[in-house]
């Protein structure tokens, strides 16, 4: 009898990992089982099929870290790299999507952790583009060559030379897209985010932000520097479209839903429709919200440092 449980138990395993859909629990959002709790270690859920956001932009990443590529006529930019074991699976997302590799000009890695900068360099075989990095995570990059990574133990990591280095206030511009970089020093030392993304909708085109990660580093003068990276993504002005690096932000998503929510509602878009990823309310809450527990977090160091000892 206990056996035939747990044969029973690996059935509805197995029949669950075959499709993510179902395998949520009432009310667990795609976004959040792959990029939280014990499912988002499993393999082959987060091996998902790319999709077309805007008319310039499209998502080929695994489900639980982005890897988006926005389009232009006089070539393509990349934002993230992604990670093994799913590299082979962005390429052919890649390709699904109707991009061709060698039209990929830039690929900018957020920071320089494992999911963003893991696939860096055999999408830059693949590609022949520039890898974007800031020094201080350049130096991240590095030193992840040869490591173990974190999904796929057997394989050590191979990262790119320290290719192309971006500071605050860096353009990237490549045909119509004129973009902003700005660092947020904290998660990581080079931490950036990315400003001035066009977003073409038919005749619409609404202003897009890359990353926007702003928590500094522990510490009062990681707190001030929080208080930092949130006045500089607060300065950013008309923001409708966030593209977020993972699929969830804890903790409700985005809010509004995770990307692959927002993902599923483009499916059921109609003609008039508004568009599922245009949210600015969501966003300028979002960037306030940063301020706020930026400040709160310095109020707390500055109190312990003032506090007798
Ligand atoms: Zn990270």
Known sequence: MKHILTMAAI????????????????????????????????????????????DNLYHVGPCFVSAWILTTPQGDI??????EPFVDKVMDNIKKVGVNPRDIKFIVINHGHIDHAGGAARLKEFTGARVV???EDWTMIEALNGRPNNRDSD???????????VHEGDHLDLGDQHLIIHTAPGHTPGNLFIEGLLLKDGNRTYKGIWGGGGVGA???????QGVINAQKLNAVQGVQVY??????????????GGIHE?????????????????????????????????????????????APK
Do not use: N
């Open 78 to 83: 990349m934002f993230d790299s992604a990670q």
């Open 155 to 165: 394989k050590p990591t191979v990262t790119p030379k320290r290719d192309m280095e």
């Open 262 to 306: 927002r993902a599923k509602l483009l499916v059921t878009r109609k003609p008039g429709d508004s568009h599922p990823f245009v949210d600015a309310a969501s966003w300028d809450a979002r960037a306030k919200r940063s301020l706020e527990t930026a400040q709160s977090v310095l109020a707390q160091e500055q109190a312990k440092t003032a």
């Open 11 to 54: 059935c509805l395993v197995v029949a669950l990992s075959d499709d993510l859909v179902m395998a949520q629990p009432a009310g667990e959002p795609v976004s959040k089982v792959c990029r939280e709790g014990p499912r988002a270690r499993e393999i082959e859920i987060q091996k998902i099929e790319p999709f077309k956001v805007f």
């Open 218 to 224: 522990p510490g009062l003068e990681g707190a001030k």
């Open 243 to 256: 593209l977020m690096t993972h699929s969830w932000e804890p903790p409700d998503g985005y809010p509004g």
């Open 133 to 135: 990095a800031t020094p």
